[in-house]
């Protein structure tokens, strides 16, 4: 049932999803978390997290991206828990967490960010002759 959430989440995905990991602070009114982002796009991201956020939670992030010189902040809205490791059947507790405001100069600095990076989800590699796929760049969510 919750999984059934996260693969409607991602077949109805507007942007491209980047497999990242930075570091992001979470809050709400009554709690605080410094965690990871696992993935992120124009629209959201999902922090991996043995106890998830509950739905429909509003939520202030602070987000450190590399090579930057300040963070960015938003605020997002929790629509989904749970998400499939990608290429496995495993599910990952954490929380999709959909942006639901950011000022324009920083989601200006989040898309020159993004359009930096690799998607995701894409074609898969050609196979390699010694094994392995050229370019895969060693992107997993585990």
Known sequence: MADTSSVAAV?????????IS??????????????HVCNISRGGLFI?????????TEVALELSLPERE??????????WNYDIQKGTSHIMPGSGIR????SV????????YLAGLSPAVSKPPT??????APGSGGQTNG
């Open 11 to 19: 077949s109805t995905r507007e942007d491209p999803r980047y497999v």
């Open 22 to 35: 930075i570091p992001v602070n979470c809050s709400t009114r009554h709690l605080f978390v410094a965690s």
């Open 48 to 56: 991996r997290s043995e106890v998830p956020l509950p739905l429909n």
């Open 70 to 79: 300040r963070s960015i902040r938003a605020t997002g809205r929790v629509i």
């Open 99 to 102: 942006f639901i405001g950011m």
């Open 105 to 112: 100069s920083d989601r200006a600095t989040l898309e020159t």
């Open 127 to 132: 196979p390699h002759p010694g094994g392995g």
